[in-house]
């Protein structure tokens, strides 16, 4: 009888391992579209992160500045009328800047951000690899799909002081150059 009840009691505890084993848990949760304007699966955003590519933050989309948009600085400098900038979540970015000739200038290289802590304002280190060697630093602020933007040259060293987060729009050199240095883009996809 003892060697009965054993083989009862080996019956079902192998039973229940079979049974718990291939009971999955149910995943009701569908899985990521990437493209559906929903956030479902393991998106971390709307239709990006998880599986799918990674969620835009901060400066980071394509954005298109153009007509009073211009800062009145690159206008006034080097005949500026449009200027479309890529910033990608591998943090590189792609910027292209047309004159009022149609004329077109590519700067490429790598970019840094942080949020400042003051506002809604973001630092930004912008390192240009090409067309030359430069980095500039400065600020950004995002309301809805429109940037504020004002960075200046820090090295090679020009002599310009950048804007911070702390004094606000309008503050490169001091705020020397008040707002002629300050860009608006409109973000596009």
């Known amino acids: 009888m003892k060697n009965l009840k054993f083989l009862f009691l080996l019956f079902a505890i192998t039973g229940m391992v079979v049974t718990w084993q291939s009971c999955d848990k149910d995943n009701d949760e569908p899985e990521a579209t990437c493209s559906d304007g929903i956030q479902n699966g393991d998106e971390t955003g709307v239709d990006c992160g998880g599986s799918c ?21 690159l206008v006034t400098l080097f005949n500026t009328d449009s200027i479309y900038a890529e910033f990608k979540t591998d943090n590189t970015y792609v910027v292209e800047q047309y004159d009022n000739t149609g004329a077109k200038l ?11 802590g003051v506002g809604n ?4 280190t912008v390192n240009q690899s090409a067309p030359a060697v430069l980095t500039s630093e400065g600020i950004f602020e995002i309301t809805g799909n429109t940037m504020k933007y004002e960075i200046a040259q820090t ?23 008040g707002m002629t240095n300050v860009q608006t883009y409109e973000r596009i996809e």
């Open 155 to 177: 090295s090679p060293d020009i002599g310009a002081v950048p804007a911070t987060a702390a004094a606000g729009f309008g503050s490169t050199n001091g705020g020397a150059f």
């Open 53 to 73: 590519a990674p969620c835009e933050i901060g400066v980071q989309g394509k954005w298109q500045s153009s007509g009073a948009n211009v800062a009145p600085l």
């Open 121 to 124: 304002i973001w630092e930004i």
């Open 106 to 116: 590519t700067l490429t290289g790598t970019y840094s951000q942080k949020e400042s």
